[in-house]
């Protein structure tokens, strides 16, 4: 089955795993297209709930053999979480003979329809998709956009629906995901070493990024970092290989429109400026990490702009600015939960040691506050591989709890690094002001005996220790 041809009006498509980020983000696309949509989760509440109930998306709290037959879809798709021996709804589509296909592959071929452009590096995806969006948004450019988490501005959805002209996203890395779509532009934030349960080093994920570079049209755009060694050194192997791609650096450190020449930072602000563009943009959020975001995001639309109007005016540059000044990042990204008794409690994703020291440094010039951690490792790969760094990246906190590794179904644990590892590493440093706690919410009694007003209490990772930030934020509540 061509799978375009599913996605015309009236088609019935079933979604297995429908409250994933962006499950229910391709869901809605569709829906608002008129294909008829259904699908499946567990029980548990997710905010994608209130989505799929706000766009009377119907969808069951079970996996069940009968949902498949009761439904008569025309064709599955599955999140990546689930697979065809575990899941029985997978197993009955499939006994039936009906089109099966993994949510990033029906992503990509959705997108197939647009002037696409992916964002895509081992930081930083999610808030320059955000950020993109943002100003696309303020442009007036008919854009749809895909986020890999929820965004206040987009109204606590991770979508936006402008148009359908062009459609931006992250695109990921692991297992090559993003060898699924056809990107007539790329923005390349970052290449280090990450998901060693797939990529076992970092020339084997720089050849994973090579390859996705490799789809980009003659005369395409590759938007990368000049930060970032790993960028730059992708760039430089595309660009011998295909000399008709435009190059457009953007940081710090980068020559032409896009390079960051001032840059200010004051409690509660950042400001900064780029040669390409004659207004100062003002940032509500913390770190010079989220500037050079900005820098790539601003370099997207200015592409887009370009290729839709010719130009940007006056007007479209002032709507610009003010839309980046009040956006306020997006769902565990830095995310203020709230401030109680004095503290501020706050909940980010980062689970890289360079997400993490960035991270850090940038929230403690940022807000001024003395900084109070509880970081929660992922996956057993990752923390031996980069076990010397993330020792490194936690010492930017001053006071830091540590707990068990948060383990991943895609790997098993074979006897080595545990969390209990990392805290005996981070000790030798910072002695008593590192806490351990293998249970997260263990840790609520360490903590009302340490937080204070004035502190900044915040919960790293991409495990399930938000939780202990929920529960401190209510009890000081």
């Known amino acids: 089955m061509d799978i375009l041809k599913g996605f015309a009006p009236g088609s019935k498509v079933y979604f297995i795993g429908i409250k994933g980020t962006g499950m229910c983000a391709l ?48 064709f599955v798709i599955h999140s990546d979480a689930y697979s065809f021996d575990k899941n ?35 930081h930083g995806k999610t808030t320059t ?9 303020a442009a007036g450019l008919p854009a749809q956009v895909l986020v890999g988490s929820a965004v206040s501005s987009f109204g606590n959805r991770s979508t936006l629906n402008l148009g359908d002209k062009y459609f931006i996203a992250e695109t990921d890395e692991y297992r090559r995901h993003f060898l699924h779509f056809e990107p007539q532009r790329i923005i390349l ?134 839309a980046i000044k009040d956006f306020r990042g997006s769902k565990r990204r830095s995310e203020v939960l709230g401030e109680a008794a004095g503290i501020l409690f706050m909940d980010d994703y980062g689970h890289h040691p360079t997400e993490v020291k960035t991270t850090l440094q ?24 980069l076990f010397d760094e993330f020792a490194s990246s936690l010492e930017y906190a001053d006071i830091l709890v540590l707990h068990k590794i948060y383990g991943s179904a895609r790997e098993v644990y074979n006897g080595g690094i545990t969390g209990r590892s990392l805290y005996e590493k981070v000790k030798t440093k910072m002695g008593e002001a590192v806490f351990y706690s293998e249970e997260v919410l263990d840790a609520v009694d360490i903590l009302k005996d340490i937080l204070k ?16 930030g929920q529960k401190l934020f209510e009890m000081y509540t």
């Open 27 to 74: 869901a809605e696309f569709l829906h608002n297209r008129g294909v008829k949509v259904t699908g499946s989760d567990c029980a548990d509440v997710f905010y994608t709930d209130a989505i799929l109930n706000e766009l009377n998306i119907p969808f069951f709290e079970s996996f069940d053999a009968k949902n498949i037959i009761n439904e008569k879809p025309n």
């Open 88 to 122: 029985p709804e997978m197993a009955e589509a499939q006994k039936q003979g009906l089109p099966i296909f993994q949510y990033s592959k029906a992503l990509g071929t959705y997108t197939h329809d647009f002037d696409f452009s992916g964002i895509t590096g081992s």
């Open 129 to 137: 998709t955000a950020m993109a969006g943002t100003m696309i948004r």
């Open 189 to 322: 934030s970052s290449i280090e070493e990450d998901h060693q349960d797939y990529f076992p080093d970092y020339d084997s994920i720089l050849k994973a990024y090579i390859e996705y570079l490799e789809k980009l049209p003659d005369s395409g755009q590759l938007i990368f970092c000049a930060d970032d060694l790993g960028a730059c050194e992708a760039a430089n192997i595309i660009s011998e290989q295909n000399k008709s791609l435009k190059l457009i650096p953007y940081g710090f450190t980068a020559q032409g429109d896009w390079g960051i020449t001032t840059y200010n930072c004051g409690i509660g602000f950042q400001k900064f400026k780029v040669r390409g563009f004659s207004e100062e943009i003002e940032l509500s959020i913390p770190g010079k990490h989220s500037c050079v975001n900005a820098a790539a995001a601003l370099a997207l639309t200015n592409e887009l702009v370009l290729k839709e109007f010719g130009s940007f005016t006056q007007d479209m540059k002032k709507n610009v600015c003010k």
């Open 362 to 385: 940038g929230i403690k010039e940022f807000y001024g506050r003395r900084l109070v951690l509880s970081f929660m490792s992922h996956t057993y790969t990752r923390t031996a591989a």
């Open 453 to 468: 007003p004035g502190d900044l209490f915040i919960t790293m990772g991409a495990g399930d220790n938000f939780k202990l």
